[in-house]
Every structure is written in C-alpha cells, then in structure tokens.
C-alpha cells in the first residue's frame, strides 16, 4: 500500500509522529524509526515541536507533544456537549444554582454549555462567554493539572496560588469567593477524558449570599457527581 499522500514534507512529519508513537526516542532512534536522513529528521522533529505536537522529555528525547492530546480533546467535545445538557440541568436542579461547563482556549476559559436558573437572581453567564484564566474556580480547575511550565505562566497575575492548586488537586474540586466578580461564589470540579486528561470543568455559581463563603461545603458533592457523570459519559463513548 502507498503511504504517500503526494506532499512529501507532510509524509515525512507524519512518519515522525509515528515513529514516537512507540515512546520516547532520541536523534538517532527518529532516524532509524523513520528512515529519514539526519538532518531531515532533526529539522521536522524542531519543527513539530515549535507546534507543540512534539516536545522533550527530561532526557532530551523526543516525545508526543500535548498539543496532540489537545486535539483529541476537542475530537471529543460534540460527545461531550451532548451529554452535558442533562447533566447540567439537574445540577442546576440539585443546587438551585446556574450550572455550566468551561473548556480552556489559550489565555481564556469559554463556556461551551449552561443551565440557568428559571427565575430569581441568577449569575447569567451565556454561552459563549470568554472570561479571564486569572480568577475563578473552573480557571482553577483547568489550570491545576496543566505541565509545570504551563502552569507557572497562567499563574503569573493569577488570583490564585501553587499552592491553592495543589490544595485543588488533592481535593479534586475548587471554590472561588469574589475572585472573578465581587459579590459572587462559584465551586467547580474538573472533567476527564478517557486517558485521565483534564478536558473541561463543570461549575455552579451564583451570588455570595446564597452560596455563603465556603461555597464548596454546599455544593462540591454535587458539582464532583456531575463531573463524574461526564468523564464516565465519554468513558463508554471510547469504549
């Protein structure tokens, strides 16, 4: 069978990619996996790497990069937004509070699904919305299991600490008081893709006087069930 797809230098990249897909593997071992000549192989493996979909381990040798977990992330997400309506209208029902559910886009957090409260005072947050990567506990969510180097850079400016996130993580959920907004709580859990990934975060907000200031002590049970009935959701879908 052909493996060429006719452009050659993509040919060569995708033989790089594959040649990791084993594990780790140096110079040497790309160009024996591959092939390639040294050179040739040395210059796509930089080159994927400055793209993220190759980076280095402690050893120096090459590996998949994260950006390729990202972009099987969001080959999940239509699985996931469909299974997040339900889920959050009855976390939204079990709380009273509007729920909704954030995935990471670069510098900011979106929401990509929400359940509003019916009537009364209601922290609106459409869908759609960008906010800040600084402040609020599903930033703390999605930031809290990233790489070292990720992690140091979204929390340069951050309302937050390394510590608070290692709190996070032992935990597994996350409050905010006032963070984002003054005068709103919110508590958030992360969501996990099939390898354990943190993909997105399911949170409730509302106003401070509802939620007091210890929101978690209300509302995480809730919030981790709902999060746990995501990840087992695209658990059984990679099944």
């Known amino acids: 069978m052909d493996n060429s797809s006719g452009v050659g230098v993509l040919d060569k990249a995708a033989l790089v990619l594959s040649a990791l897909e084993a594990g780790p593997a140096t110079l040497a071992g790309l160009v024996a996996g591959t092939g390639l000549a040294r050179p040739t192989a040395h210059r796509l493996a930089v080159a994927l790497e400055h793209h993220r979909l190759v980076a280095r381990d402690m050893q120096g040798r090459f590996v998949l990069g994260p950006r390729l977990a990202e972009l099987s992330a969001a080959a999940g997400e239509d699985r996931l937004l469909a299974a997040a309506g339900p889920v959050l209208a009855r976390l939204r029902d079990i709380t009273g509070e509007s729920a909704q559910m954030w995935r990471r886009q670069g510098d900011y957090r979106v929401c990509v699904a929400a359940a509003e409260r019916?009537?009364?005072?209601?922290?609106?947050?459409?869908?759609?919305?960008?906010?800040?990567?600084?402040?609020?506990?599903?930033?703390?969510?999605?930031?809290?299991?990233?790489?070292?180097?990720?992690?140091?850079?979204?929390?340069?400016?951050?309302?937050?600490?390394?510590?608070?996130?290692?709190?996070?993580?032992?935990?597994?959920?996350?409050?905010?008081?006032?963070?984002?907004?003054?005068?709103?709580?919110?508590?958030?859990?992360?969501?996990?893709?099939?390898?354990?990934?943190?993909?997105?975060?399911?949170?409730?907000?509302?106003?401070?006087?509802?939620?007091?200031?210890?929101?978690?002590?209300?509302h995480a049970p809730a919030v981790l069930a709902a999060a746990e009935r995501l990840s087992e959701s695209l658990r059984r879908a990679a099944e």
């Not at 510590?163 to 905010?176: D, E, F, P």
């Open 118 to 218: 019916p009537s009364g005072l209601r922290d609106t947050i459409p869908v759609g919305s960008q906010l800040t990567m600084r402040a609020g506990s599903a930033a703390q969510i999605l930031l809290a299991w990233e790489d070292p180097e990720r992690m140091h850079r979204g929390l340069q400016n951050a309302a937050f600490s390394a510590t608070a996130l290692a709190g996070i993580r032992r935990r597994g959920w996350a409050q905010s008081v006032g963070e984002r907004e003054q005068g709103v709580a919110s508590v958030s859990a992360p969501i996990r893709s099939p390898s354990g990934k943190i993909i997105a975060a399911v949170s409730v907000s509302g106003p401070l006087e509802r939620l007091s200031r210890q929101p978690g002590r209300m």
